[in-house]
């Protein structure tokens, strides 16, 4: 069964970066379209950013283009959220998930597979 597990969340100042990473547990995740996911304190979950299995199509929530970027990276085999100039709005718990279609999309019903979730938070 496909489990995934998210690392690199943190605290940092506005303008800062971080990393996240999803993994999966003994499995590859070439075969899976991802999304990242997050939810901030009282709000509901939004979708971020997602990756498709082939071509590696990418697609962005309006609120972090220019400032986000996704990417698998094969060597490791993990897909990469990285986040840079961060806001204050930006704090919340990160999710990756996998889509059963392979596709990229930020529509959430796709999604069967999810991590835990990884907190990130941005102070002033």
């Known amino acids: 069964q496909l489990q995934l597990v998210e690392s690199g969340g943190g605290s940092v100042q506005a303008g800062g970066s971080l990393r996240l990473s999803c993994a999966a547990s003994g499995f590859s995740l070439d075969y899976y379209g991802i999304g990242w996911f997050r939810q901030a304190p009282g709000k509901e979950r939004e979708g971020v950013a997602c990756?498709?299995?082939?071509?590696?199509?990418?697609k962005y929530a309006d609120s972090v283009k220019g400032r986000f970027t996704i990417y698998r990276d094969n060597s490791r085999k993990t897909v990469t959220l990285q986040m840079n100039g961060l806001k204050p709005e930006d704090t919340g718990v990160y999710y990756c998930?996998?889509?059963?279609?392979?596709?990229?999309?930020?529509?959430?019903?796709?999604?069967?597979?999810w991590g835990q979730g990884t907190q990130v938070t941005v102070s002033t």
């Open positions: 990756v498709s299995s082939s071509v590696s199509m990418t």
């Open positions: 998930a996998a889509d059963i279609k392979s596709i990229c999309t930020l529509v959430q019903p796709y999604y069967r597979t």
